[in-house]
């Protein structure tokens, strides 16, 4: 390797990777201590139903996905109609809308008593619900529906990418065979797009799984409520840790299959993009079609939830627009600023360790670091909870033992818990971020700066930082982010009287009042269109 590095730089990768991995083993221990009462008596009833829901859930989500994406990111890759340029980088919106508020939109609008059935049955006459069926939203497939309809840009995304890098010659080859579009697409384009598109699948049933506002919002009982419910109700940490780790096999069941999947994607011919000329050029009735999938699906996943809102917003301004707002909005702006750099400073740190050691056990910190964004929220706040009370507990033992009183729970009960639980689940991105501009760096300037006689402190400080300016921007950015939307953590680890944009808004959407939380949410979802539009610039610069 390159250089050497002092024992302090290896240990200090060992301990952030042991603090970022200090949840999933106290998860791991509390699980085995014994809790027959509780955890015996959910066994015996509610459990078999709380596996089969999510199983269900993670199903129907991750097939209507596909479905729904698929034929989008082909469509946007490979062919050419009116609207395409827009639709290549709007398709991505829907990830910035919360999945809970875009469940409680449709369901004002889908409900008994919303605009929808009133109009259906002012048409038709009918009186009551034994007059017409109409399909229950509260259920478990609305909720894939809800769920479908904001996770499916992550296929999107992969499998727009994968079809683009596509070889043309192979493209050119169907067509001299006499294959159309869409017989490219299922014989030639699908195929070769099937580990992208298992990622794909694997990442949305991953942040399906880790879905708490959405399913809770819909009374369905899945692991991610069960864990919630336990904890504040039966105040079983046991228990809920034992739940926890039913989630934990599950999620790292999906990481894998996600890796298996990858590891096949060398295989693929690529190339640097598609231009104009190679894109199949639909006409007539086909471009039409074409372009309305992708305006339907645009309207439907993001248009409409966010008009609706700012329906809202507009109507309620005056009763949302108080001392409440504005402090919640600096909550989870301090938070989330505080979070973004501690966890690019951790980033930045465990890839230089990583970079230059020639120690093969130095790898091995980034790695375990990366494992905190597998932890579903409301996990990771079980996790969390259980070393931080037996440290403020013995805190206030030491206190005691001295003759002082103690400070009561400074770890667990102010902000400090939130900061540190988002800065374990968040860290992976500022790694992946800072990671992937590292890997634009030769180590050529590395091994030039080292014949100069600079230190690693100054290798990492004149020389690294300034060329991974980027990566740590983007790791900023898409960590801000992240801490804003974070739901199922805040609320099981806020501090009595805190609230952040996020727990505020769904406060709302808990008591049917989403019209005085549409002004936060819709912070929320402006915030959240930054680091998209970044992301998408990112992709149209190096396609």
Request: proline fraction near 5%; glycine fraction near 6%; charged fraction near 15%.
């Given at each position: 390797?390159?250089?050497?590095?002092?024992?302090?730089?290896?240990?200090?990768g060992?301990?952030?990777?042991a603090v970022?991995?200090?949840?999933?083993?106290?998860?791991i221990a509390q699980?085995?201590v014994p809790?027959e009462?509780?955890?015996?008596h959910?066994?015996?009833t509610?459990?078999?139903?709380?596996?089969?829901?999510?199983l269900?859930?993670?199903f129907?989500?991750?097939?209507?996905?596909?479905?729904?994406?698929?034929?989008?990111?082909?469509?946007?890759?490979?062919?050419?109609?009116?609207g395409r340029n827009?639709?290549?980088?709007?398709?991505?919106?829907?990830?910035a809308?919360?999945?809970y508020?875009?469940?409680?939109?449709?369901?004002?609008?889908?409900?008994?008593?919303?605009?929808?059935?009133?109009?259906l049955r002012e048409?038709f006459?009918w009186?009551?619900?034994?007059?017409?069926?109409?399909?229950?939203?509260?259920s478990?497939?609305g909720?894939?529906l809800?769920?479908?309809l904001?996770?499916?840009p992550?296929?999107?995304?992969l499998?727009?990418t994968?079809?683009?890098?596509?070889?043309?010659?192979?493209?050119?080859?169907?067509?001299v065979?006499?294959?159309?579009?869409?017989?490219?697409?299922?014989?030639?384009?699908?195929?070769?797009?099937?580990?992208?598109?298992a990622?794909?699948?694997?990442?949305?049933?991953?942040?399906?799984?880790?879905?708490?506002?959405?399913?809770?919002?819909?009374?369905?009982p899945t692991?991610?409520?069960?864990?919630y419910?336990?904890?504040?109700?039966?105040?079983?940490?046991?228990?809920?840790?034992k739940l926890s780790?039913?989630m934990?096999l599950v999620?790292?069941?999906?990481?894998?299959?996600?890796?298996?999947?990858r590891?096949?994607?060398?295989?693929?011919?690529k190339?640097?993009?598609?231009?104009?000329?190679?894109?199949?050029?639909?006409?007539?009735?086909e471009?039409?079609?074409a372009?309305?999938?992708?305006?339907?699906?645009?309207?439907?996943?993001?248009?409409?939830?966010?008009m609706?809102l700012?329906?809202?917003a507009?109507?309620?301004?005056?009763?949302s627009?108080?001392?409440?707002?504005?402090?919640?909005s600096?909550?989870?702006?301090?938070?989330?600023?505080?979070?973004?750099?501690?966890?690019?400073?951790?980033?930045?740190?465990l890839?230089?360790?990583?970079?230059?050691?020639p120690?093969?056990?130095d790898l091995?910190?980034?790695?375990?670091?990366?494992?905190?964004?597998?932890?579903?929220?409301?996990?990771l706040?079980?996790?969390?909870l259980?070393p931080?009370?037996?440290l403020?507990?013995a805190v206030?033992?030491?206190?005691?033992?001295?003759?002082?009183?103690?400070?009561?729970?400074i770890f667990?009960?102010?902000v400090?818990v939130l900061?540190?639980?988002f800065?374990?689940?968040?860290?992976?991105?500022?790694?992946?971020?800072?990671e992937?501009?590292?890997?634009?760096?030769?180590?050529?300037?590395?091994?030039a700066?080292?014949?100069?006689?600079l230190?690693?402190?100054?290798?990492?400080?004149?020389?690294?930082?300034p060329?991974?300016?980027?990566?740590?921007?983007?790791g900023?950015l898409?960590?801000?982010i992240?801490?804003?939307?974070e739901?199922p953590?805040?609320?099981?680890?806020?501090?009595v009287?805190?609230?952040?944009?996020?727990?505020?808004?769904f406060?709302?959407?808990?008591d049917?009042?989403?019209?005085?939380?549409?002004?936060?949410?819709?912070?929320?979802v402006?915030v959240?269109?930054?680091?998209?539009?970044?992301?998408?610039?990112s992709?149209?610069?190096?396609?």
């Amino acid at each position: 390797m390159i250089l050497g590095l002092s024992r302090s730089w290896s240990v200090s990768g060992y301990l952030i990777a042991a603090v970022i991995t200090l949840p999933l083993i106290a998860i791991i221990a509390q699980a085995l201590v014994p809790d027959e009462a509780v955890f015996g008596h959910l066994l015996e009833t509610v459990l078999p139903t709380y596996i089969v829901n999510t199983l269900l859930l993670m199903f129907w989500v991750c097939l209507g996905s596909l479905l729904i994406a698929t034929p989008a990111a082909w469509l946007v890759a490979k062919c050419d109609f009116p609207g395409r340029n827009i639709f290549q980088w709007a398709l991505l919106l829907p990830l910035a809308m919360p999945a809970y508020v875009v469940a409680y939109v449709y369901t004002d609008l889908l409900d008994y008593a919303g605009p929808i059935q009133g109009v259906l049955r002012e048409l038709f006459n009918w009186q009551s619900p034994l007059d017409y069926y109409f399909p229950e939203v509260r259920s478990l497939g609305g909720a894939s529906l809800m769920l479908s309809l904001v996770l499916f840009p992550y296929i999107y995304l992969l499998a727009r990418t994968t079809f683009m890098e596509q070889s043309s010659s192979l493209q050119h080859a169907s067509r001299v065979m006499g294959c159309g579009p869409w017989r490219s697409f299922w014989r030639l384009s699908l195929p070769m797009a099937r580990p992208a598109l298992a990622v794909g699948v694997a990442l949305v049933a991953m942040e399906t799984a880790a879905d708490f506002a959405t399913v809770s919002y819909f009374a369905v009982p899945t692991l991610t409520t069960a864990v919630y419910d336990t904890w504040l109700e039966y105040g079983s940490l046991s228990a809920a840790a034992k739940l926890s780790a039913i989630m934990l096999l599950v999620v790292f069941s999906m990481i894998g299959f996600e890796r298996f999947a990858r590891r096949k994607q060398q295989l693929f011919q690529k190339q640097t993009g598609v231009n104009q000329e190679q894109r199949y050029r639909l006409k007539g009735g086909e471009a039409y079609l074409a372009g309305g999938y992708c305006w339907l699906l645009l309207l439907f996943s993001f248009l409409l939830p966010f008009m609706i809102l700012l329906y809202y917003a507009w109507g309620y301004f005056e009763q949302s627009w108080s001392s409440d707002f504005w402090e919640y909005s600096l909550n989870s702006l301090y938070i989330a600023a505080i979070v973004s750099v501690i966890a690019v400073f951790v980033g930045v740190l465990l890839m230089f360790i990583r970079r230059i050691s020639p120690r093969k056990a130095d790898l091995l910190p980034s790695r375990f670091s990366s494992t905190g964004y597998a932890l579903p929220g409301t996990v990771l706040a079980i996790g969390i909870l259980v070393p931080l009370t037996y440290l403020d507990f013995a805190v206030n033992d030491l206190y005691e033992y001295l003759g002082h009183r103690g400070p009561g729970l400074i770890f667990t009960g102010s902000v400090f818990v939130l900061i540190f639980a988002f800065c374990i689940r968040f860290s992976a991105i500022a790694i992946g971020s800072v990671e992937s501009s590292y890997k634009r760096i030769s180590p050529s300037l590395d091994m030039a700066a080292i014949t100069m006689g600079l230190k690693p402190a100054a290798l990492l400080w004149r020389v690294h930082l300034p060329l991974l300016r980027r990566g740590i921007f983007a790791g900023l950015l898409l960590v801000f982010i992240e801490c804003m939307k974070e739901l199922p953590a805040a609320l099981l680890l806020r501090p009595v009287g805190f609230e952040n944009l996020a727990t505020y808004v769904f406060q709302f959407v808990s008591d049917e009042q989403l019209e005085h939380g549409a002004l936060a949410a819709i912070v929320i979802v402006l915030v959240g269109l930054v680091p998209l539009i970044y992301l998408n610039r990112s992709l149209e610069q190096e396609s």
